[in-house]
């Protein structure tokens, strides 16, 4: 367990409303309220995996923006940039679920206090204290939280720090396809770890007929990922890390990760690692991207193997699903030591 904050993830904090039942929101009259927002389901799920990260956000200065900053403290979150805006409203979410368990959101948003942070609030001093930096998608969709987010990648990579990014379409935040794909494309410039669906990555433009290829297309094509993850919800995930010298000049053998797999030869090709991932039985996926992205950086920064990594995150990611929320899904260490050794152990 590491003591003091070496990674920041900064990004939207929301209130999810989950349904009491399956199908359209027209028809659902009760909910749950839970905290969300996938920037703050990443904090809390390396909290409970490693050590609590620094977490920056900006909520209202409202009940629901109190609720969450106590709930993201509960979580041993330190509360240094934790935003309260007295001029803007906390975001809402109303989730809801198909027969299968996958959700689908209604996002209440527009001018909320996510969406209003400002560039340079995390100085250059904090950003060279630090290891590893990461945002999501959905700050990028309006301004100046989009500036804001930008400018931060941007100072961490020059700071040293890794940067992993999660591109998140809600394509209904956004005001076309196209902005998506702009700006998200210039956060990936900054970017050495990518984690995405292979829809969101064909959204972002990249072509491939399997995720692998389009894990390849990201490598070819963008100008930082040095390494990229495509999940593929209940079937897992695929890597696929980078060999030689990338766009950027960077060499890939400088990740750890990579150096733990040393038949990899400098110019042979992408590394492509696949995981099946775990069956389990899914009560609710709301987070499960979250959750892997936790996993993934914990056992990244512990300098496992690719595939290694690449196993803990699938398995961090189905242990969320059999609870109902996210962040009060998101397992601590040991419970993924065990899931893991039972499954082994059936295996």
């Not at 900053?69 to 979580?75: C, I, P, R, S």
């Amino acid at each position: 367990m590491r003591t003091a904050p070496s990674v920041l993830v900064a990004g939207e904090t929301l209130v999810d409303f989950l349904p009491a039942e399956s199908g359209p929101l027209d028809d659902v009259d009760r909910f749950d309220r839970r905290p969300g927002g996938a920037p703050a389901n990443v904090a809390v799920g390396l909290a409970h995996l490693d050590s609590p990260p620094l977490f920056w956000t900006r909520v209202g200065d409202d009940p629901f923006g109190r609720f969450l900053a106590a709930t993201l403290a509960d979580h041993g979150l330190p509360e240094r940039y934790f935003e309260f805006d007295p001029a803007a409203k906390t975001s809402l979410a109303f989730v809801t679920h198909d027969d299968t368990g996958d959700r689908e959101f209604t996002f209440y948003r527009d001018g909320t206090a996510d969406t209003r942070l400002e560039p340079g609030r995390i100085d250059d001093e904090t950003l060279a204290a630090l290891e590893w930096v990461h945002v999501g998608g959905v700050t990028l969709a309006t301004e100046p939280a989009r500036t804001a987010t930008l400018d931060l990648v941007n100072r961490a990579a020059d700071a040293g720090c890794t940067v992993s990014f999660d591109p998140n379409a809600r394509l209904e935040l956004w005001e076309s396809p196209e902005t998506f794909r702009r700006v998200c494309r210039e956060a990936l410039a900054a970017t050495d770890v990518c984690k995405a669906t292979a829809g969101e990555l064909e959204l972002l433009g990249f072509e491939g007929e399997t995720p692998a290829a389009l894990g390849e297309d990201v490598l070819a094509q963008a100008a930082g990922p040095q390494t990229v993850f495509v999940t593929r919800g209940s079937e897992g995930a695929v890597a696929v890390v980078s060999s030689g010298e990338g766009t950027d000049g960077v060499e890939s053998e400088e990740l750890p990760w990579v150096e733990t797999d040393p038949e990899q030869e400098s110019g042979s090709g992408p590394l492509v690692v696949e995981n099946a991932g775990r069956e389990v039985e899914t009560v609710d996926t709301t987070g499960a991207g979250d959750a892997f992205v936790a996993g993934m950086i914990s056992a990244l920064r512990d300098g496992v193997s690719i595939a290694a990594a690449l196993e803990f995150a699938c398995a961090v990611a189905a242990i969320t699903t059999t609870e109902r929320g996210a962040m009060t899904a998101m397992p601590d260490h040991e419970t993924v030591v065990q899931f893991r050794a039972e499954r082994s152990n059936r295996d």
